[in-house]
């Protein structure tokens, strides 16, 4: 069965000054991304059978971006192009502390304009999971489009993933955009959440507490990715740490991607019925393979074109 990845298509500006953030950056590299595009591109690479759903600019920056998608063996079906409107472009750095940082630049962006007509004759028996999340829930109509394709796809009993990839810098009303993320997150099969994410949904510094606030619905899945610490699974009260690999880090950009990636991949031919009865020790399985795909991620310049193929994985040794 196929994916169906939603979401922003765009282009990260990354930074080429190490560890100096955005402001003292000096040289950026331009690369293709988008949280959703990456996880599209990060599943195909792995041989998972994708399609893209999003409205892309016929800019030159878009159609470089269409070309992109087709070439990686993502399916375009779903890739709608729009004359008139513009790329969003996003500048991305690591800091000091070897976080990443973003600015984003979207006015008029062909991804914030998805409408329901778009949709209208989406073939949901071709699926078995959607996945959703991201900048693409701050601006209209694409935001509507997402939630009501989200229920959409809960009403016919299909899976569905999320994951919000908080970009503070975009968000207008801290109070609404919690308000639409707790709401996905009570309905939602698949939740994979940073632990900054973690901590800004829930406003508590601890991850044990921050998921025990959390309104996740019985039989559903959390990962929570840690950075250099590795990853954890919570399923019905159950939390387990998965250790992380150590790795000569170039940059942490798209690492989340990569692990979102992974998790779908292994999970992308179960059943609703074998996926609500899929064990936890089954999660540490495939959270540990996610964790190899995001520590392949950050040996490399990141973003999509840092997505690992399976082979890349399988031969995957720590340092």
Not at 39 to 58: C, E, H, M, N, R
Not at 221 to 243: A, C, Q, W
Not at 260 to 280: H, N, P, Q, W
């Amino acid at each position: 069965m196929a994916i169906l990845c939603a979401g922003e298509i765009l282009f990260d500006f990354i930074s080429k000054s190490p560890n100096k953030g955005l402001g003292e950056s000096e040289f950026f590299e331009k690369r293709p991304g988008g949280s959703p595009f990456n996880v599209a591109v990060g599943l195909a690479k792995l041989g998972a059978d994708v399609s893209f759903l999003t409205k892309i600019s016929q800019d030159q920056f878009g159609k470089f971006l269409f070309k992109y998608l087709k070439e990686n063996g993502v399916n375009t079906d779903y890739s709608f192009t729009a004359e008139g409107l513009k790329t969003c472009l996003a500048f991305a750095a690591v800091d000091a502390q070897g976080k990443a940082e973003y600015e984003f630049y979207r006015d008029n962006a062909a991804d914030t304009r998805l409408e329901l007509k778009d949709i209208a004759n989406l073939q949901y028996e071709k699926f078995n999971i959607f996945h959703f999340g991201s900048i693409a829930l701050i601006d209209e109509p694409t935001s509507s489009t997402l939630t009501k394709l989200f229920d959409n796809f809960i009403s016919r009993g299909l899976l569905t993933s999320f994951d919000p990839n908080v970009r503070k810098s975009l968000l207008k009303n801290r109070k609404s955009y919690n308000n639409l993320v707790e709401s996905i997150i009570k309905k939602v099969d698949i939740l994979k959440m940073s632990d900054d994410d973690l901590f800004y949904i829930t406003e508590k510094k601890e991850v044990e507490e921050a998921i025990s606030i959390l309104s996740i619905k019985e039989s559903s899945i959390l990962f929570v990715t840690l950075g250099s610490e590795g990853s954890l699974v919570y399923k019905d009260g159950i939390i387990e740490r998965v250790p992380g690999y150590k790795v000569k880090v170039v940059e942490t950009v798209g690492c989340g991607d990569s692990f979102m990636a992974g998790i779908l991949y292994k999970l992308r031919d179960l059943s609703k019925e074998d996926f609500y009865s899929i064990s936890v020790e089954e999660l540490v399985d495939y959270a540990n393979f996610a964790n190899k795909c995001a520590a392949v991620v950050a040996t490399k310049q990141g973003a999509a074109n840092a997505m690992p193929t399976l082979s890349e994985v399988r031969q995957f040794e720590f340092l």
